[in-house]
């Protein structure tokens, strides 16, 4: 299940973010990847998600692969804390991530998306964010006795293979 685990991580492209604002729930689907058990993406810093987590200690984020069996369901739902990225290293090392798993992204915009560190900025005026997860459990149907209430249990990333 460790293997399935890094494989979603790795291979899945949407992670959805839940936040709130004076009990006013929002989600948002986000591009992501994954690098140091964190899960990072650009957002606009004005948009609803990014300024509903301002106000909140912890938000939520889900990434499950896609299914049309029930039994099939597999994925993660967190808690955590939305931090916006300004280290320029990590920022460096995680753009060419992103830029890897997107590949698109490269093809229509060429390497100034790597080179120019603002790219995202001036492009789409969107900045990097980190998903830091706090508390995190896996969602595995195939491993449910009962098909109808599913399988879950608390996992660390880090003891992912």
Request: proline share 2%.
């Amino acid at each position: 299940m460790n293997d399935k685990a890094r494989l979603l991580m790795d291979d899945a492209r949407v992670m959805t973010l839940a936040v709130s604002d004076n009990d006013i729930p929002w989600s948002s689907p986000v591009y992501f990847v994954c690098h140091d058990n964190r899960f990072y993406f650009f957002s606009n810093e004005n948009s609803r998600h990014i300024n509903y987590a301002k106000n909140q200690k912890t938000v939520s984020a889900s990434i499950f692969q896609d299914s049309d069996r029930i039994d099939l369901i597999f994925g993660f739902q967190m808690s955590g804390v939305l931090e916006k990225v300004s280290k320029k290293t990590l920022h460096l090392t995680v753009v060419r991530k992103y830029v890897s798993k997107f590949s698109f992204l490269k093809q229509i915009f060429g390497s100034q998306i790597i080179e120019n560190k603002q790219f995202f900025l001036e492009k789409f005026k969107s900045h990097l964010y980190c998903f830091c997860p706090g508390d995190v459990f896996l969602s595995d149907n195939s491993q449910a006795k009962d098909q109808t209430t599913g399988k879950r249990r608390t996992i660390e990333l880090n003891k992912i293979a």
